[in-house]
């Protein structure tokens, strides 16, 4: 990858690190597990995700999914194009949980919301 | 996939033919760059040793997943036009429990040289193909992060079994990065920086009779949840539906009583018989069973049904929860069900009506079409169960599974939203079942446009091409000859017949099909009698005329 790619890269990276912080002073959403859909390292049994790794799902999906447009960057060229970099969301993110019968349910989301949905998250209001 | 190039000798007989003229020559297959980022060691870089699967030939697991990558990038390769490099940021990373993947545009631009609609955003990839230019040379153009944690199936062959077909995977990931998808947000209504997308001009409200461009944001919130009536309208896409989509679309309705009756949102089973077949009207009955190591309560159909009179030749309504659907469907098809209804269980309370899988052994014993349902709309069945519910679970012949009545394709728009994957996706309705519906089916193949599937169709209608090497508007890989003879008229062996020089309709020209006979008689003698033949035809069908036919066999016969 040249150095300018790289530089491409940190860069969008940057402005996924600053959509994920939100809009200042907004609290994130706390979300909490109903539904076991993490296998087990150590038994392979299906167990319900840890606090951390409930984070760890909501901030992929909250970097990968529709960003607020606020945050979003646009520049115009010369040609008078307008270009707005994303900022690593606006991705689909495939998911995939167990179903009861052991095989493995996938769906692809867009947002935040939908994605907690399909994994049983709710919002945590603790 | 097996070559469908048709042979050119075949072809005199059709009717189409037209003077040729050849559109300006395309591009030419996109080339697809898989920019790695993974580190040594890392994803792409696994040493891990790895037995070739299914016609992948990586001798490591890093290999066999680039060798995925660039299969993947090769089959929307073969079908996508563009002078400019698309790069794929690509890594296999750990990523979060619960998440396979992800891509997407890296970028959107809109007022760009040659754009076709203005104050419009193009995913930078269409974007680039369009302007014939890289509009952002320093950047990559789709961003793809796939999970390490996750055991996909890594052959080519799509004979993935139980595990998920990464190609297939990745077949859907990259569309949405080439274009399949929309940028309003779903949660407020608001156009991206207020400009409309390539791909949200062609949805249609057909409740509103109006484009989502033309309405309000609130309207755009109201109208993502419009079950079956958000269709996309692009030409290419409406005219290919009736190849793809088969007649019959499911419905479910509540007959009676009057306070719950009408149709229903739901979901569809990968067992049993498809909806329709035969189609059911009668009563809905709860399916009772027994509280025991299969299943803990009474509703959740794991076990033989204690009612089994109740429930022979109506509608069992079962709960979901501990077992499979397959287990549940099969347990009320021994109990005599006409037909069954899943409904989601309070751990699944607020989502949308699941597609049900097999699990590979009961789906076989299912003789009943089977049906999921939500949960709010099942509890609402349940409490007037004690006065009759009478319903249909049938199709509407009129329609095609996934269409509507003009033949446009309908969008997935859940009600609740939070059901997943609105609006960028087709809906799950579909049959057969398409690549872009929110859930990788497991009955895909790879191939992604018609008469296997829509995608291809949808890329074309937001601006993408088609390789067309001869530029005579058919693409390449079903063109009976990508690199036709285009002169103006015949000319054999450098003798100009004068004769005008027709398309015959599938890609190849009267001069194209002159010279697969010269290539495949074996002396002078069996080309001259060939082209007797097809001339003789081509006059009999009004093509040419006797005197023409008279030039181009003396022509021929000239060419020794």
Redesign the interface.
Known sequence: MSRQRVLATLAAIAVAIAALAGPAGAAPKKFKATRAFVVDKETGALRLPTPAEVDAVVTTLTSLGQQPAETLTSTTTATGAVGMDLGGGFAGVLLARPSEDGTWETRCVFTVEEGADFLGLVEDVQ | MPSRRRSPIGLVALALASLFVPAAATAGPAQFVI?N?NAPGIGFNDPTPAAPVGGNTGTTLGEQRLIAFTHAASIWSARLDSAVPIRI?AQFTS???????????????????N?PLTGT?YH?AL?NKL?GED??P???DI?A?FSTN?NFYLGLDGNHG?L?DLVT?LL??FA??LGF?Q?A???TG?L??GFPDHYNTKLLDTALGLHWPQLTDAQRVESATRFGRVVFDGIGVTAAVPAVLSLGSPTVEVNSPAAIAGGYQFGTAAFGPRIGNPSVTANIVAAADAADVAGPSTTDGCSALTNAAAIAGQIALVE????????KARNASQAGAAAVIIYNNV??A??AP??M???GV?GAFVTAPTVSLRRADALAIVGLLAGGVNADIGVDLSLRAGADALNRARVYAPFP??????I??YDTVASRNLLME???NPDLTHNVKAPFDLTWELLHDVGWTFPDADGDTFPDDEDCNPASNVQPTIVLNGRNTGVPNRGLGAGCTMTDTLLAAKAAASNHGGFVSAVAHITNEWKTAGLITAQQRAAIQVTAAKWQ
């Open positions: 920019v980022i940021r990523l979060a429990a619960g998440v396979l993947g992800s891509a997407g545009p890296i970028q959107v631009f809109r007022d760009f040289p754009a955003w930078v974007a302007a509009l952002s320093l950047a990559d961003n992060n996750f139980a998920n995977v859907h990931e949405h990065g998808s940028t947000s779903l949660a608001a991206l920086g979901r929860g501990t077992c499979g659907f397959a287990v751990a699944n607020g989502a699941p597609g899988a097999d699990d009961n939203v939070v059901g997943g994957s609105s960028s996706h929110p859930a990788i």
